[in-house]
């Protein structure tokens, strides 16, 4: 099993490329600016926004310290206009406090009833109405990856019954090519 990399069978994978600015416009794809004027990046991007707008996680990888998490925040801006981002450190999880971590008080149980008073408290009902980077995701436990398999699949049901206040993005955040690696 290679755990979040089967999450879904279409995804999108980007090498980091550092630093760089996308300016928002007002049609539907966003205006490139540099660092990103190479024609190969730039359609790498679109395919990226077209992945996040039909609720498919993005996935991005590179070396460290090369702007993996600039890359994915600007995407995700450009991609959900207004939304918030919530960004967590998989170094942070382990698998005792993931379920108080990611869901809050109430557990589990409490994000998975949306009706539920507690269902906010943790990182993913805070990341509803918006998205969540998921940085250093290859730290994840077995355990970790298939919580977060059943999130992802949860709001997505949910973003398909038009429901609103889904998780809008996915990003996921490793080292390079550690999804081979599983």
Known sequence: SRGLGDVYKRQ??????????IAKSDNSHPQLQKPFEDEVLK?????????LKSGLPLIIEGEES???TTLADHILDSCFLK????TVDCRHLS??????????????????????????TG???????????????HMLS??????????????????LKGFKNVIKGWALI???EWLHNN
Request: charged share 30%; hydrophobic share 35%; proline share 2%.
């Open 12 to 21: 999108v994978c980007l090498s980091s490329i550092g630093n760089g600015e």
């Open 43 to 51: 359609k790498a991007i679109l395919k990226a926004f077209k992945t």
């Open 66 to 68: 090369t702007g993996k």
């Open 83 to 86: 939304c918030h981002r919530v």
């Open 95 to 120: 698998d005792e406090n993931i379920d108080k971590f990611l869901f809050g008080i109430g557990g589990a149980l409490s994000f998975f009833e949306p009706s539920s008073e507690n269902s906010s």
């Open 123 to 137: 990182k993913l009902g805070i990341a509803r109405g918006g998205s969540i980077v998921l940085d250093n995701a």
């Open 142 to 159: 077995k355990k970790a990856q298939k919580l977060i398999e059943e999130v992802m699949a949860f709001e997505e049901e949910r973003r």
């Open 174 to 176: 490793g080292p390079k």
